[in-house]
């Protein structure tokens, strides 16, 4: 057995993982990093980047459908499922140097390839070596739940992991579950030609704005996704050419049946009792500051059982590095964005209006700004979206947006409550014309002209002011 002794050793080589060991590495500390599968995690290899190409070659099909507004006859594209997989493929392989086992050595960090297992509260056995290290974080992120459902695990489902990898077009994929994974999934098959039904166990999209989340749903089922809300399912069958599941007193047929159900944490191979790490379903049992209660050891991303999010993840790393190599006090943010790539987007920051209202009562201010009343939106055709500004104290604390690059557009969101902006400093950005971002500026406006348009006051000011300036 090879003894390795380290200051930091990361165990899980996705976004969490990479984000410790580059910083740690460039920052002076010697570090160790066991993965057990393939370098880059779920991000690159199975979520982010493969859903987001995916979403991408199906928007491509979906304008040529979409012409006629423009005066450009729509046409049905022929798609070739099998090459826009190979798309999804090359984009993976485009991206996977930069987490490659090769750039990490590089970056000075010893990688090693194999499970790790704790063994004690400060040894880590990853195959043939045993790594004494200073600090550990848990980076190991997260899997598909496979809900236990009655013929489910029998009937082979996909799962995020398998799906990508499918080079026939599905005729009609049913999917359980519809979250952000069964949601992207849904209009990117759809949009690629194939007849797609989700089961939603509750709503759709639970955790968002339903006044934003109406606006995407009516999209989605105007392209012919259907979507079966408040239908659990309850049981699958394994038919001849496919699958049936019963949701919502009703067999739904299926030709192929994908589970997006929520995620597990990765925690199983890891024995983290030996190492006086307590861990719940959730994940890893940490504070605000990411320890766990093994006070060297550190957990991130997925695994930290929070929200999940490869920005998230990202953030995260940044925190825990900021302790272990500096000892100094850290935290995570509470300012995390979060977008949904359909189309429209779907993106959020800060409080939603549910929680703002519990948090700020009446001193809670809601903006709505249609992207009905932005030039750019217009003149692109895309005016179904709705900018949601929650206001209290004279600052933005929360932000939901449903529409055309919504994502692009909670960038400047996030900086405003970040750095705690007042409404004011939006009010009076400049912003280019004709663009989207433009709502961010008209939203806060509307937030300051009542008290500035039609007021009697300020009206009597202007004409006093008039009649004195030379
Ligand atoms: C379909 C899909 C789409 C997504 N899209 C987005 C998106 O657009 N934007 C976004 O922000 N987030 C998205 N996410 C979420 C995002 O992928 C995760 O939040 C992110 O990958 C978490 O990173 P992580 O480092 O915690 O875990 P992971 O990326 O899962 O990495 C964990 C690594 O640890 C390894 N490992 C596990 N156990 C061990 C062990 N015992 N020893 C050694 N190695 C181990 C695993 O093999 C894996 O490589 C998506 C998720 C899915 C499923
Ligand atoms: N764009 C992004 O940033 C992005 C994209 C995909 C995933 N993710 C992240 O990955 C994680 C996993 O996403 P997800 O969509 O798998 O999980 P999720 O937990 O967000 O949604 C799963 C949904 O499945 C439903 N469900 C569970 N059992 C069911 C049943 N028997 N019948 C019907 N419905 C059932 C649940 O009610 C839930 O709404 C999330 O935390 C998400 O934030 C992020």
Redesign the pocket.
Same mark, same amino acid.
């Given at each position: 057995m090879e003894r390795i002794r380290a200051d930091i050793c990361v %165990?899980?080589?996705?976004? $969490? $993982?990479?984000?410790v060991a580059a910083g740690a590495a460039q920052m002076g500390a010697r570090v160790v990093l066991? @993965?057990?599968? @393939? /370098?880059?995690?779920?991000?690159?290899?199975?979520?982010?980047?493969?859903?987001?190409a995916l979403l991408a070659a199906a928007k491509a099909a979906q304008a040529m459908r979409g012409g006629a507004a423009f005066g450009i006859r729509p046409a049905e594209p022929e798609i070739d499922f099998a090459a826009v997989k190979d798309h999804v493929a090359r984009t993976i392989a485009a991206i996977a140097p930069h987490d490659s086992q090769e750039r990490f050595e590089s970056l000075g960090v010893r990688v090693l390839r194999?499970?790790?297992?704790f063994v004690s509260a400060g040894e880590l056995q #990853?195959g043939d070596r045993l790594i004494r290290a200073r600090r550990f974080v848990i980076?190991?992120?997260?899997?598909?739940a496979l809900p236990d459902i009655p013929g489910l695990a029998s009937a082979n489902p996909l799962t995020?992991e398998t %799906?990508f990898a499918l080079r026939e077009k599905p005729s009609h994929l049913v999917v359980i579950g519809a979250g952000?994974?069964g949601i @992207? /999934?849904a209009q990117a098959h759809r949009r690629l030609g194939c007849r797609v039904t989700v089961i939603a166990g509750a709503r759709a999209l639970p955790k968002d704005d339903p006044e934003l989340v109406a606006i995407l749903l009516a999209r989605l089922r105007g392209e012919g996704v259907e979507i079966v809300e408040g239908a659990r399912a309850e049981s699958v069958e394994t038919r001849p050419g496919g699958v049936a599941v019963l949701a919502g007193g009703r067999w739904i047929e299926g030709s192929h049946l994908l589970v997006?159900a929520g995620?597990v944490p #990765?925690?199983?191979?890891?024995d983290p009792d030996r190492a006086g790490i307590a861990v719940t379903a959730r994940g890893v049992t940490v504070g605000p500051d990411l320890r766990s209660t093994n006070r060297r050891v550190y957990a991130?991303?997925?695994?930290?059982g929070g /929200?999940?999010?490869?920005?998230?993840?990202g953030h995260?790393a940044s925190v825990v590095i900021r302790a272990m190599l500096f000892g100094l006090p850290s935290r995570v943010s509470d300012i995390i964005p979060?977008?949904?790539?359909t189309d429209p987007e779907l993106a959020h920051v800060g409080l939603t209006e549910a929680e703002a209202r519990a948090r700020h009562g009446d001193r809670l201010t809601v903006i709505r700004q249609p992207f009905a009343g932005n030039d750019r939106a217009m003149a692109e055709a895309r005016t179904e979206g709705l900018l949601k500004l929650m206001v209290a104290g004279g600052r933005p604390v929360g932000v939901s947006i449903v529409g055309d690059r919504a994502g692009e557009l909670i960038g400047l969101w996030a900086l405003a409550l970040a750095g705690r902006v007042k409404l004011s400093t939006v009010a009076g950005l400049v912003l280019p014309y004709p663009t989207l971002s433009e709502t961010a500026k008209r939203a806060a406006g509307a937030c300051f002209s009542p008290r500035l348009f039609g007021n009697p006051l300020v009206k009597g000011v202007v004409r006093l002011v008039q009649r004195a300036l030379p």
């Open positions: %165990i899980g080589a996705g976004s $969490g $993982g990479l984000s066991v @993965e057990g599968a @393939e /370098m880059g995690g779920d991000c690159l290899n199975a979520g982010c980047v493969p859903s987001k194999d499970w790790g297992r #990853a980076a190991t992120g997260s899997r598909p995020n %799906i952000p994974v @992207e /999934m997006a995620r #990765a925690l199983d191979r890891l991130v991303g997925d695994a930290a /929200m999940q999010f490869t920005h998230l993840a995260h979060r977008v949904t790539y």
